[in-house]
């Protein structure tokens, strides 16, 4: 079990500290996030990184010794949680000082690896996790919720709806000349006036599979009768 804890997805731990500074209850579990829908079915990762911060204990209990920053103003809140990530990672800060708090994810990576001696995975999240605290205490940028990753997601199924529809708006209509053929391979013969009621337009293809082995005159009533039933 490593000694550092983390969390696969780094928005957990942003929803977490962001529903517990709405309300601070007397107890945090794994009933409590999955009331709120944080980390499902990977609670406990949340609830090992609180506990590794001080912010509670065994039994899911706030301290309240140390969690009165969660009621404070955003500058008590980053100043707060700075003072528990410099207490429980403090042979990080040790080494780094507080260069810590800005570093690269690998070179972060590389120094929980080389302590907690786990596999390049575990290492990854252990300072991505850290990574997302120190965000939250005012040091980086913070990774998406996912009320903004759902906006985003929906925005570029919105635009490409809106390319692939413009894409079929802009399909040029062509009629085929009467004997444009070529050694019985498909033609094409599209109906160019399309309909404009109530400011609809719509376009009418047809696909003729022009017989192989057929003389030019039978390929020309082909084209001729498109032209008087499709065209008239």
Known sequence: MPNYPYVSAQKALVEAFAQL???????VDA???????????NESYVISVLRFLGLIGEGGELDGGVTGFLYGDESAFRAGLEEALRATYAPLFDEMGDDALDADRDRLTHWFRVVDKTSEVVGKRQASSFLT????AGHGELPAS???????????????????????????DQVAAPGAYE??????????????????????????????????????????????????
């Open 146 to 172: 996912r009320a903004s990753a759902g906006r985003k997601s929906a925005g570029r199924a919105g635009q490409q709806q809106a390319k692939r529809s413009a894409k079929k708006s802009a399909t040029l």
């Open 31 to 41: 009933s409590y996030l999955q009331r709120f829908k944080i980390a499902p079915a």
């Open 21 to 27: 500074r709405k309300s601070v209850p007397s107890k």
């Open 183 to 232: 050694n019985g391979s498909l033609a094409e013969a599209r109906n160019h006036e399309p309909s404009r009621a109530a400011g609809v337009g719509m376009t009418v293809r047809v696909e003729v599979n022009l017989p192989p082995g057929e003389d030019a005159a039978t390929y020309d009533a082909i084209f001729a009768s498109i032209r008087k039933h499709l065209m008239s």
């Open 133 to 136: 605290l120190a965000a939250l």
